[in-house]
């Protein structure tokens, strides 16, 4: 089923390190075909590297034998894959009817004014990533975002700037 | 969450794990198909269809394959719907035990929970629950001597709204776009890499274990109307109370909106609210004491669905409400079929339109038209048709306001 990586892009590909290729290799005991673990791989690859560059998924392709073309359908087809840089957090945040009937839009104008990012853009000192998410599914907390792995609720400009705080104080 | 969930041990004090081990003493995988048929029990993610049913198309006996899965839908991302992560936050155990009679039931050795992967302490509290019944036995090989095998995997989606969709979800899961399949073949025949598949939804699964230890009549008494057993029903909007809670199928609306959530807050009139998510059609305040019932909310030409009540107030513009919902489905659109990829963004642009005093009847009339082209049987899957539910409804509730919109040249909620 797999075509080759063409030797062009496959010079372009990186090494891809141990602890990918052991976490990869892992996901290879789940599934029964490479195909399915192609995704699982690029979620590993982004875990590490923060994101999943051309470099990345041309590795993937040629350690899992799959057809660059393929994957990069499937990396581009899921918003929880990034193919480009993100800042060191990337902020998910909810703005589906219930967090907008609880008035999320100005806690996203508050967040927008004080980061200067509007969606789909990243800080200049690559600390925050500013994405919209579908319904989290915590709307009876709303308004509410993800910031990296943690949720945080009942969202206020007061408490976001506490939030946005805590994360810059903890990568300074 | 406000407490952490169970360990195995406390769960088995609460009779935890009773079912499987009702099934080591001799309880065939016929016999509990027949109790999950008796019980009446129907498919809580949002469609409504008989889980007894659904699992009796699952090819059996010497010329069925061997190899048959379990896929249980967690990719919970119904606009307003948070029912899901409340089982698998607190009471991963029932979800794991569940699973355990729907795979022993069909013939599944492999089981995969397609767990949404913003759900982050879902991930760590099933993976401990997970851990936990391996060692004690109730996964893994022969499971208490019954000679069935089962394994679950947890798998953390890479996102997309599309991947609720049952044959979606098996792409996603096989490494592949999500782009629905056509049916037939159902998975219940052809489903993941070609074998016979059963996706159940987390609550669905999570109602086997109580249905099995204490039986068809305790489990038909839950229910206060015509459907069985107990729902988790949810609020969320402008409310007192916001949240979720177990209560019988067949309790009155306003018991739970009321009753539960406290009604509005103070100062706010309710003015509508979609009963079970964003894909359902609007009802109003004089559907109250209609009882939350399969068959009672479509009589009203809405849809129980997932169960969780999203409120519109007075105060907050109905229009925008619908326009919010347009964009969160034009976004989540795979692209697949036409009248989706481009039925979507086109009423989303008459939204904006509305919104900023732009809107004309001519577009009024497209809207409406886009209701039918965008329909069910129009469209490859279900998406499009769940967008027009909100849509058609929000049109004929909401003519004033669409008016008001187009004859101020503004939202005359803004001010």
């Given at each position: 089923m797999s075509t080759q990586v063409i030797a062009s892009t496959k010079n372009r590909a990186r090494q891809l390190t141990e602890e990918e290729i052991a976490e990869i290799e892992h996901e290879k005991t789940l599934y029964p075909d490479n195909q399915a673990v192609g995704l699982e791989a690029l979620k590993i690859v982004q875990k590490y590297q923060g994101w999943v560059s051309d470099e990345s998924l041309l590795a993937i392709a040629d350690y899992l034998d799959l057809s660059a073309a393929d994957l990069e359908g499937v990396a581009t087809f899921?918003?929880?894959?990034?193919?480009q840089p993100v800042g060191k957090n990337v902020i998910l945040f909810c703005n589906s009817v219930s967090c907008w009937i609880c008035r999320c839009d100005d806690i996203k104008d508050h967040i927008s004014k004080k980061l200067d990012i509007d969606f789909g853009q990243t800080t200049e000192d690559d600390e925050f990533t500013f994405i919209p998410v579908p319904c989290l599914g915590d709307c009876d907390n709303a308004p509410v975002m993800m910031v990296g792995d943690d949720l945080h609720r009942n969202l206020t400009p007061e408490k976001v700037d506490e939030i946005i705080t805590q994360y810059r104080n903890k990568s300074a | 969450m406000s407490r952490p969930p169970l360990e195995i041990a406390a769960y088995e004090a609460n009779d935890g794990y009773q079912s499987v081990h009702k099934i080591a003493g001799g309880l065939s995988a016929n016999d509990v198909l027949d109790t999950i048929k008796g019980s009446g029990l129907k498919g809580?993610?949002?469609?409504?269809?008989p889980t007894g049913l659904k699992w009796s198309f699952v090819p059996q006996g010497?010329?069925?394959?061997e190899q048959k899965y379990l896929v249980v839908?967690?990719?919970?991302?119904?606009?307003?719907?948070f029912k899901d992560r409340l089982l698998m936050e607190g009471d991963p155990h029932l979800l794991l035990e569940g699973m355990i009679i729907a795979a022993y039931t069909i013939g599944a050795s492999k089981a995969y929970i397609?767990?949404?992967?913003?759900y982050t302490t879902s991930v760590r509290t099933l993976k401990n629950a997970i851990a936990e019944a391996y060692d004690k036995g109730?996964?893994?090989?022969n499971i208490l001597n019954t000679g069935f095998d089962l394994d679950i995997i947890l798998h953390t989606s890479a996102g997309r709204?599309?991947?609720?969709e049952e044959t979606a979800l098996l792409n996603a899961l096989e490494g592949k776009r999500a782009n629905p399949r056509a049916k037939p073949p159902f998975p219940q025949v052809?489903?993941?890499?070609g074998k016979p598949t059963i996706v159940n939804n987390v609550e669905t699964i999570c109602n086997l274990p109580g249905i099995l230890t204490y039986g068809i009549d305790w489990y038909k008494g839950l229910?206060?109307?015509?459907?069985a057993g107990t729902k988790l029903f949810g609020v969320s909007g402008r409310v007192k109370n916001p949240g979720c809670w177990e209560m019988p199928?067949?309790?009155?609306i306003r018991e739970l909106l009321e009753?539960?959530?406290?009604?509005?807050?103070?100062?706010l009139g309710l003015k509508a609210f979609l009963?079970?998510?964003?894909?359902t059609d609007f009802m109003l305040p004089?559907?109250?004491?209609?009882?939350?019932d399969y068959d009672e909310i479509a009589k009203v030409g809405s849809r129980l669905a997932t169960g969780t009540m999203i409120i519109l107030d007075d105060q907050t513009c109905p229009v925008g409400m619908v326009g919010n919902l347009m964009k969160f489905f034009a976004h989540e659109?795979?692209?697949?079929?036409t009248p989706c990829r481009d039925g979507l963004p086109w009423v989303d642009t008459i939204f904006r339109e509305f919104e900023e005093g732009r809107g004309s009847e001519k577009d009024l009339q497209i809207l409406r038209e886009h209701v039918d082209y965008m329909g069910?049987?129009?469209?490859?899957?279900?998406l499009a048709p769940g967008a027009t539910a909100p849509l058609g409804s929000g049109l004929k509730y909401f003519e004033d306001d669409f008016k008001a919109h187009i004859k101020q040249k503004r939202c005359p909620y803004k001010h």
């Open positions: 899921f918003n929880l894959v990034y193919r | 809580r993610g949002g469609a409504g269809f010497e010329n069925s394959p839908n967690a990719d919970e991302m119904e606009p307003g719907t397609f767990l949404r992967g913003e109730y996964l893994g090989k709204y599309i991947c609720g052809s489903g993941l890499w229910g206060q109307g015509a459907d199928l067949g309790v009155s009753g539960k959530a406290g009604g509005m807050q103070d100062g009963p079970g998510g964003g894909s004089e559907h109250l004491d209609i009882a939350l659109s795979c692209g697949f079929c069910p049987g129009r469209t490859f899957c279900a």
